[in-house]
């Protein structure tokens, strides 16, 4: 099981930044995905979910109406559209997946939300 995390940078306030995890190693329409996030001296949290069909996204309260979850099956990849970006969405954002009680995720990509 393999995620890649792209997209991540330096954006100002008011601005939007997507993300893109490319998966590879497992059946990917099979399983839901997530898009967690590590800020400076918190643990991860979850930032948003998606089912293996597309539907029913889910989103933490702080990005709800922001962010936007995504998946095309056919490329294996899963998206987070971020919009209104803010100081407090800083941090480094991860793709994951669970497999038979195992949680795997992708090395991150780094987002900076700064005037």
């Known amino acids: 099981v393999r995620f890649v995390e792209s997209g991540g940078g330096l954006v100002q306030p008011g601005g939007s930044l997507q993300l893109s995890c490319a998966a590879s190693?497992?059946?990917?329409?099979?399983?839901?995905l997530a898009w967690y996030r590590q800020t400076p001296g918190q643990g991860r949290e979850l930032v948003a979910s998606?089912?293996?069909?597309?539907?029913?996204?889910t989103y933490v309260d702080s990005v709800k109406g922001r962010f936007t979850i995504s998946r095309d099956n056919a490329k294996n990849t899963v998206l987070l559209q971020m919009n209104s970006l803010k100081p407090e969405d800083t941090g480094v954002y991860y793709c994951?997946?669970?497999?038979?009680?195992?949680?795997?995720w992708g090395q991150g990509t780094q987002v900076f939300v700064s005037s």
């Open positions: 994951k997946t669970r497999l038979w009680g195992i949680d795997y």
């Open positions: 190693g497992f059946s990917f329409g099979t399983y839901s």
């Open positions: 998606i089912s293996r069909s597309g539907d029913s996204p």
